[in-house]
């Protein structure tokens, strides 16, 4: 593709500078994200925005902003609660160490001496005073954020069920085991208040996000309010844990959402296109970095950068004449190509046959070992291959 406007490139350069330390956090994964995971906010970065009813496309809605529950008032919310979060995953470890930053009388509850144990104590968490086995977390918070995977609380819900009990409140980042509980088993008491706040993005974002200062987009649901208040307390748990702004939706549409979005264009759709051009290319002889850097490497180093920043219209505005009429002519033929699979894809999710595989596929006992056999064929496909070598070329890769 020809290059962009000076305009354009400098929005690019901008908006992957915004980006650089979340995506070095995800590339990283590891020892040094918890470790800046330690770290205090900068309180001079925190946004000042608050409550409104903003016009997305014609349809009114209502976002709150982390402005409508400082500290202080997160701290009169939730002055009495302990927060017992089970599981200490990408977003137990977020989730808790940004609602003790924020003040909050947290505890962490994972499985005694494994991997998450240890990382824990790694981050601060202290066995016996804010460490438990998840039994223990769970009778000791009155409110249980439930943050184990969807086949982990599947598993887990026996012995957390009995400590869920009158007055307490149930706590999702995501709504699949409530909502497919004939599959999970997961159907919370009738007298606990039981909402969700999801947050749009992985754990290490809403770590990182939080630590800027800034917050990650979440969207906030209720399953249950027995005690009137569950509303407000969700949307304060929603900031508690490092959203900068929340919309408001179902239990239910949160779940179809997610996995529609997981499994399309954020994840699954785009390794599809990426691998179906590559393969084109490459057979009709272009060479594998040609074929990875018109492929891969200019969508996520130019392009999306331009989308994020400005939208579909301003980066098609900003490209050469030729690129902007073959995309213009051509994204009418993806679209009739695709819409049929997206449709599939959404029916798979609501009739319950997405979230029944996951959980059978997710609960298998040789999980671990296929999945990663998964993930070494795309590892070790030619094309990502080739995106080794290209990354490692980029100017802040260079020695």
Known sequence: MQRFSSIARTAAARAAARTNATRSISAIAGASVRTAARQAP?????????????DFAGVSETVWERTDFPKDKLQKIFGKDTMAVIGYGTQGMAQSLNMRDN????????RKDGASWKQAIADGWVPGKTLFTMEEA??????????????GQKEAWPQIQPYVTKGKSLFFSHGFGVVFHSQTGIIPPKDVDVF???????????????LEGRGINSSVAIWQDVSGQARERAFAMGVAIGSGYLYETTFEKEVYSDLTGERGVLMGAIQGFFQAQ?????AAGHSPSEAFNETVEEATQSLYPLIGAKGMDWMYANCSTTARRGALDWAPEFYKASKPVFQRLYESVANGSESQRSIDENGRPDYRERFEAELKEIRESEMWRAGVTVRSLRPENQK
Do not use: C, H, M, W
């Open 103 to 110: 003040g909050l009388n947290v505890i962490v509850g994972v």
């Open 196 to 210: 969700l706040a999801a947050p749009k993005g992985s754990g290490y974002t809403v770590r990182s996000l939080f």
């Open 42 to 54: 900068v309180a001079s970065k925190i946004q000042t925005r608050g409550v409104k009813t903003l």
């Open 138 to 151: 769970a009778d000791k918070g009155t409110v249980i954020s439930f943050l184990l995977s969807d086949a």
């Open 278 to 282: 590559y393969e084109v290319l490459r």
